[in-house]
T-cell receptor
C-alpha cells in the first residue's frame, strides 16, 4: 500500500549548522511532495513543496530535492536558528486521488543556541 | 483573518457521547479535508470533499460522519465516542487536489 518513511525521528543540531531530513515513498505514481512544519500545539504549516517534474527547489534557507528513480526526497535547512525547532513532516500525493496526502512519521528538530 | 477556522478548539467529553466539530474556510477553495493526529503525532487523512461531494473516505468507522453544506464548510459529527477517538482533529482546504493544503488550528478531543 501507500507508505512514506521519514528519517530521522529526532535531530539535534547546533545553531548555524545544517539539518537534513529524508523521506522515501512507495507509490511511483506520487507526483506532489509538500513539507510541513508543526510547532508545539500549533497547526502544520506548509514551508515548501515540489512537484515530480522538478528535481530541486529552494526558498531562502530551505531547499528540497527529489529523486524520482529512487523514490526519495529530502529537506535541507541551512544556517539553522532556534526558531527552526519544530516537528517537520514530509508527505506525498497523487494528483488523481482528491488531494490525499500520505504523511511521514515526522522529525523532531531541535536547534541548540 | 483566519483562513481555515475550526470550532471548538478543545472538546472534553465522556465516552458514549455524540459531538460535532465545525470547519469553515474563507480562501475560496473547492476541496476540504479532515485529518486525525494521534498521540504519536502521526497525521492521517480521514475524509476529503470536493464541491460538497465526498471524494475520500479512508476506512474510518461509520461513527464518524462528515457533512459539507457548501464548499466553504465541512463539519464532522462523531457518534458513541470511544477512548481511542482522543486525538487532535485538523481541518484543511485546498484549491483542487494537487495544490497546497492549508490547515486549521485543530480541535483537541479528549475522551474521559
Amino acid at each position: 500500500g501507500e507508505n512514506v518513511e521519514q528519517h530521522p525521528s529526532t535531530l539535534s543540531v547546533q545553531e548555524g549548522d545544517s539539518a537534513v531530513i529524508k523521506c522515501t515513498y512507495s507509490d511511483s505514481a506520487s507526483n506532489y511532495f509538500p513539507w510541513y512544519k508543526q510547532e508545539l500545539g500549533k497547526r502544520p504549516q506548509l514551508i515548501i513543496d515540489i512537484r515530480s517534474n522538478v528535481g530541486e527547489k529552494k526558498d531562502q534557507r530551505i531547499a528540497v530535492t527529489l529523486n524520482k528513480t529512487a523514490k526519495h526526497f529530502s529537506l535541507h535547512i541551512t544556517e539553522t536558528q532556534p526558531e527552526d525547532s519544530a516537528v517537520y513532516f514530509c508527505a506525498a500525493s497523487k494528483g488523481n486521488q482528491g488531494g490525499k496526502l500520505i504523511f511521514g512519521q515526522g522529525t523532531e528538530l531541535s536547534v541548540k543556541p | 483573518d483566519t483562513a481555515v477556522s475550526q470550532t471548538p478548539k478543545y472538546l472534553v467529553t465522556q465516552m458514549g457521547n455524540d459531538k460535532s466539530i465545525k470547519c469553515e474556510q474563507n480562501l475560496g477553495h473547492d476541496t476540504m479535508y479532515w485529518y486525525k493526529q494521534d498521540s504519536k503525532k502521526f497525521l492521517k487523512i480521514m475524509f476529503s470533499y470536493n464541491n460538497k461531494e465526498l471524494i475520500i473516505n479512508e476506512t474510518v468507522p461509520n461513527r464518524f460522519s462528515p457533512k459539507s453544506p457548501d464548499k466553504a464548510h465541512l463539519n464532522l459529527h462523531i457518534n458513541s465516542l470511544e477512548l481511542g477517538d482522543s486525538a487532535v482533529y485538523f481541518c484543511a482546504s485546498s484549491q483542487g487536489g494537487r495544490q497546497p493544503q492549508h490547515f486549521g488550528d485543530g480541535t483537541r478531543l479528549s475522551i474521559l
